[in-house]
């Protein structure tokens, strides 16, 4: 059975600190083919579209296309600050592999 992804409430509060919606724009996470695993995560501010799935919370969207939504199914984005850097990350049930930069695994 295929859930949507999850959406973290501090992944909503950084978008609401970064002004995303005051923009218009949404959070996109798409999969896409590449990367050193043979998928990779891509992570922007976007306008939504019409096919989108839309995840709302504190007043922000994060949007998922439809071709995406199976490779993110029941995944759960959120946002990280380490000493490392700041970023949104996504724990993905479904990756059987991840490579150590966190973008990129595979099914």
């Not at 995303?20 to 798409?30: F, I, K, M, N």
């Not at 922007?44 to 993110?72: C, N, R, T, Y």
């Amino acid at each position: 059975m295929q859930l949507p992804p999850k959406v973290t409430t501090r992944a909503f509060e950084r978008l609401a600190e970064i002004g995303a919606a005051d923009q218009g724009q949404a959070l996109r996470v798409a999969v896409e083919g590449g990367g050193c695993s043979g998928f990779q995560y891509e992570i922007a501010l976007d306008d939504p579209k019409d096919d989108d799935l839309i995840l709302e919370g504190s007043g922000q969207k994060v949007v998922v296309d439809s071709i995406s939504l199976p490779f993110l199914s029941n995944a759960v984005i959120d946002f990280s600050e380490e000493l490392i850097g700041a970023r949104f990350v996504i724990e993905n049930p479904n990756a059987t592999s991840a490579c150590g930069c966190g973008t990129s695994f595979s099914m």
